[in-house]
């Protein structure tokens, strides 16, 4: 029998939660989220800066002996849920998850330091719809000089990367490069809080990190670790449409009574309310499954995303549809939270995905895709 998961949070994660709370309240407003968006730089480095430097929570899974905080991806998550409460445009997930993930897996000790403190931003060289357990990318070849070539498309947060961390292929099979030579090219995406770019890499050097079955580890650590925490990033996105919206039925009124005295709408909520409950228990559960090491992490990391996706996007869009005409509008932000769950539900493998992945490591019939 397994001991119980402890689902809550303890004192030390709410007094980070408040911090980070108070931090994106001062720095990241809806209204500066907004505008950012229209601008040549949607990312908010002065953001990330005031994120690593004054917080810290850059390294929070790091530890201390390897330049980090020495906490553990439990408080980690709580940062990403309060990002994804604030639809904050920050490379969070790409760096201090995804690549910092793949860095501890290698037992790397250059990079780490430097991406723990934030004096660096990494990201995964993996489409961001690549998902735990897929195989190994072969997009990128390694020639007879050691040297990269090959492109990499929908890369989440490469834009402001400044080192990259590259699965190849070489004459020596599968091998995970730390490289700072690339062309990002930005392309089009619905989140616009989270740009993608397509790399290439033409000639490019780099310093091998990890190299056959250890790479092969390294990147399905990343993607596992990304799946099970990006859960607690819809967490928070479904808690704002939750919260926010609850806030505006009890103020607006039609027909001489608040619209959220009708019962329609108390319905709705209500169902939405016991989904954003119980997406709060999987996501915290995949995020102590990580935390712990736990042989259950690839059920955890996997019931969280079946899960969790499908719940941030109906919030989103109740969010929207309950707000009446103002939603639909631009100036609110209802639309950010919407696109961020829209992406998310593709990022790091559909829910579809792995509900199948789910049903293997269960020994259960796979679904049909």
Do not use: C
Request: net charge negative; aromatic share 4%.
């Amino acid at each position: 029998m397994t001991d119980a998961v402890d689902l809550g949070y303890s004192e030390v994660e709410q007094e980070l939660r408040a911090n980070v709370r108070a931090l994106l309240a001062a720095r990241a407003p809806q209204s500066a989220t907004l505008a950012r968006t229209e601008s040549a730089q949607p990312v908010d480095t002065a953001l990330w800066r005031a994120l690593s430097v004054e917080l810290g929570v850059t390294g929070l899974a790091v530890p201390e002996k390897s330049g980090g905080a020495g906490a553990s991806w439990r408080e980690t998550a709580v940062v990403l849920e309060e990002l994804g409460r604030a639809a904050a445009p920050v490379p969070y997930l790409g760096s201090a998850v995804l690549a910092t993930a793949a860095l501890l897996a290698a037992d790397e000790t250059v990079l780490l330091p430097t991406v723990a403190s934030g004096e660096h931003v990494a990201a995964l060289a993996v489409p961001f719809a690549a998902a735990p357990g897929t195989a190994f990318p072969d997009t990128v070849r390694v020639d007879a000089d050691g040297l990269l070539h090959g492109t990499v498309r929908l890369v989440a947060d490469a834009t402001t990367a400044d080192v990259l961390l590259v699965p190849a292929v070489g004459a020596g099979g599968p091998a995970l490069y730390a490289v700072g030579d690339f062309t990002a090219v930005p392309v089009v995406s619905l989140d616009m809080t989270r740009p993608l770019a397509d790399l290439a890499l033409d000639g490019a050097s780099g310093r091998l990190v990890a190299e056959g079955d250890a790479a092969l580890r390294a990147v399905d650590a990343a993607l596992t670790a990304g799946a099970a925490l990006l859960a607690s990033e819809q967490l928070g996105v479904a808690e704002w449409a939750l919260e926010t919206t609850l806030a505006y039925v009890k103020q607006r009124h039609q027909f001489g009574r608040p619209v959220g005295s009708f019962q329609a709408v108390k319905h709705r909520l209500a169902d939405l309310w016991v989904a954003v409950a119980q997406l709060r228990a999987v996501a915290r559960n995949a995020a102590d499954a990580l935390a712990t090491g736990s042989a259950e992490l690839p059920v955890a990391a996997a019931l969280a995303q079946a899960f969790a996706s499908q719940v941030a996007v109906t919030a989103a869009e109740e969010a929207v549809q309950l707000h009446g005409g103002i939603g639909f509008t631009w100036e609110h932000p209802a639309h950010l939270y919407l696109k961020r769950a829209k992406s998310g539900s593709i990022a790091l493998g559909t829910a579809d995905r792995h509900r199948a992945r789910l049903a293997a490591l269960v020994d259960l019939p796979a679904p049909t895709l």
